[in-house]
């Protein structure tokens, strides 16, 4: 057997990269069964300046947004027990047809997010997904910016 190695070392450039998170204000209202997802998108949401409240399912979801309605925007896990989360957007709707909806889903099928999407979800984010790029899509869904129905990210 015999090993070739390159004789010089090949130069490696440090680049020190800060991403630039974008933050905002608002209520967020993240519906996921996930206990660690819940947890890990309400710590990022948090730490972009947003107040965040979770429910485990799509009723519990469902009942918080009912009780208040003061949420601007909802991040809606597809595949749920209880309620899922095409049947949780309609419900949403009905109670608020303007209510911004971000379907946050690693497992929806396509015709339930293409459904949601064409009655009124603002956006779909595949998991996993990358903070910033939540932060993001959250930040224009508020601010009402246009954004296209379709995988954003």
Same mark, same amino acid.
């Given at each position: 057997i @015999? $090993?070739?190695f390159p004789s010089t070392v090949p130069e490696v450039v440090e680049r020190s990269v800060t991403p630039t998170l974008r933050s905002g204000t608002g209520k967020v209202l993240v519906i996921d069964d996930e206990p $660690? =997802? @819940?947890s890990v998108t309400q710590r990022c949401m948090e730490r972009a300046g947003y107040q965040v409240?979770?429910?485990k399912d799509g009723l519990e979801g469902?009942?918080?947004f009912a009780r208040t309605r003061d949420f601007d925007v909802v991040l809606l896990d597809m595949g749920m027990p209880v309620m899922g989360g095409a049947e949780c957007f309609a419900k949403l709707r009905e109670l608020?047809?303007?209510v911004k909806v971000v379907i946050v889903s690693g497992y929806a099928s396509e015709q339930e997010a293409?459904?949601?999407l064409a009655n009124?979800? $603002?956006a779909f984010v595949d998991k996993p997904y990358r903070s910033e790029e939540l932060i993001d899509v959250v930040a224009k869904v508020i601010a009402g910016a246009a954004l296209h129905p379709? @995988? =954003?990210a």
């Amino acid at each position: 057997i @015999r $090993l070739y190695f390159p004789s010089t070392v090949p130069e490696v450039v440090e680049r020190s990269v800060t991403p630039t998170l974008r933050s905002g204000t608002g209520k967020v209202l993240v519906i996921d069964d996930e206990p $660690l =997802v @819940r947890s890990v998108t309400q710590r990022c949401m948090e730490r972009a300046g947003y107040q965040v409240e979770c429910a485990k399912d799509g009723l519990e979801g469902y009942e918080r947004f009912a009780r208040t309605r003061d949420f601007d925007v909802v991040l809606l896990d597809m595949g749920m027990p209880v309620m899922g989360g095409a049947e949780c957007f309609a419900k949403l709707r009905e109670l608020d047809p303007h209510v911004k909806v971000v379907i946050v889903s690693g497992y929806a099928s396509e015709q339930e997010a293409a459904e949601c999407l064409a009655n009124g979800a $603002l956006a779909f984010v595949d998991k996993p997904y990358r903070s910033e790029e939540l932060i993001d899509v959250v930040a224009k869904v508020i601010a009402g910016a246009a954004l296209h129905p379709g @995988r =954003v990210a």
